[in-house]
């Protein structure tokens, strides 16, 4: 699950804001991206080993990666960020539409800031959906396996990253709480002293502390909560920092048929950028609309055009 903001900007200080919530959000996009490998049909009622439970949610959760391919939805996107005085500087909404057009899966705009597109605007959006089919028609052979081994290093990359979870926290199982009527554990996570990363987007791990809920009967990710503990880099560099208390969040929901997908996620942080510049930002994603396209339907290979 990935999930970019698109911030239009005049002057240089509103491109300094749309690059520092862009790294922010490249944050959370790696960190809801773990929420969809979360899904183990439990078989013992026993009281689960809290690092256990990690593992097999993982290896499960691969297989309900590829079950998400066959659904669609529709996004909504609202970004706002802050004066020093906690005023309202700037908000952008965005609302987005997974279609299918000619076969091929790709995202459509369908409203900014909660109102349909004016007529000029659709007309560029459908215009810039049918080039992208097109060119996707024109694919040569070399060209699309090039773009295939491409999209399977980057799963291979986040498969690696998502595994180093197993040994960036320690898990303590504190508890179980009810959700939406159904049973979820509760784990603390903290950071595992001496942890090394080895993914480069695995650095983030040492800098968060994190609780989640986990449903009982499937093991899935019901939601999770995280805060920075101390000020550290977005997008890795040192261009710009998320300040500690930054908040990352997901809520998943579970489905008619048994899928769970991300229904929220979301980040609240101050940031600074390039050491100097303070901004502060609130972005939360939502999701709805969720539907399976029909399975002899051809999806795209790869979701990279989103």
């Known amino acids: 699950m990935t999930w970019p903001v698109f911030l239009h900007a005049e002057t240089r200080h509103a491109a300094r804001s749309h690059r520092t919530t862009k790294n922010a959000r490249n944050v959370l996009s790696v960190f809801v991206g773990i929420s ?11 009281l689960p080993e809290p690092r256990e439970l990690i593992l097999r949610s993982l290896d499960a959760g691969e297989k309900n990666e590829q079950q998400l391919r066959a659904y669609v939805s529709r996004t909504r996107s609202n970004v706002k960020q802050f004066e020093t005085d906690g005023s309202l500087k700037s908000e952008e909404t965005k609302t987005f539409d997974d279609v299918l057009l000619d076969g091929f899966h790709v995202r459509k705009l369908i409203a900014k800031n909660d ?20 060119q996707r028609k024109r694919e040569t052979l070399e060209a699309r396996q090039r773009r295939l081994a491409e999209a ?4 291979e990359k986040n498969r690696r ?48 502390r994190g609780r989640l809920w986990i449903d009982q009967a499937d093991l899935l ?18 261009l710009a920092k998320l300040d500690a208390g930054a908040r990352l969040f997901f809520e998943q929901i579970r489905l008619p048929d048994g899928i769970w997908v991300s229904s929220k996620s979301g980040i609240k942080a101050n940031a600074r950028l390039a050491m100097l510049k303070h901004v502060s930002i609130d ?20 979701k990279d055009d989103y």
């Open 36 to 46: 969809l490998c979360f899904v183990f049909p439990l078989v013992s009622k026993e």
């Open 115 to 134: 109102k349909p597109l004016s007529p000029g605007d659709a007309q560029k959006e459908d215009a810039r959906l049918t080039k992208l089919v097109a």
């Open 152 to 155: 399977k290093e980057k799963y």
């Open 161 to 208: 990253f998502s595994r180093e979870l197993l040994d960036a926290f320690d898990y303590k199982l504190t508890g179980e709480e009810t959700i939406n009527g159904r049973k979820a554990w509760v784990l603390d996570a903290t950071p595992h002293p001496g942890y090394q990363a080895k993914e480069l987007k695995a650095q983030i791990f040492p800098h968060l």
């Open 221 to 238: 990710w019901v939601k999770a909560d995280a805060s920075a503990l101390e000020p550290f880099s977005i997008g890795f560099s040192a």
């Open 283 to 302: 972005n939360l994603t939502t999701s709805d609309n969720f539907r399976k396209v029909l399975p002899e339907t051809r999806l795209h290979d790869a």
